[in-house]
């Protein structure tokens, strides 16, 4: 059964930090491109940032200096670094996994304060 559990969401102040952590089973996460998404009610959800098996990496231009995205195959996790944060980051963060099957984790909440 493939698994991808999200944690490491939660209330930050503009300005401040998070770490979204997202850990894979059931699926060889080493061939995987993993990605991060988001949505906010009403809205579509969005591209955050993605990153290869071979580590190649795009971000958002949205979150692009503020946000890495990075990827630990030994333990089967993908993290999403957050800085800089502002409110209008506040949203659900999704994990996704793609390579022959796509997969979504359950979601995370981030809210930022102002």
């Known amino acids: 059964q493939v698994q991808l559990v999200e944690s490491g969401g939660g209330l930050a102040q503009s300005g401040g930090s998070l770490t979204l952590s997202c850990e894979a089973s059931g699926i060889i996460f080493s061939l995987y491109n993993m990605a991060w998404y988001r949505q906010v009610p009403g809205s579509e959800r969005e591209l955050v940032a993605i990153?290869?098996?071979?580590?190649?990496?795009d971000i958002s231009t949205i979150v692009e200096g503020r946000f890495t995205i990075s990827r630990d195959n030994a333990k089967n996790t993908v993290y999403l670094q957050m800085n800089s944060l502002k409110p209008e980051d506040t949203a659900v963060y999704y994990c996704h996994g793609n390579w022959r099957h796509a997969y979504w984790g359950q979601g995370t909440q981030v809210t930022v304060s102002s």
């Open positions: 990153i290869t098996p071979g580590g190649r990496i």
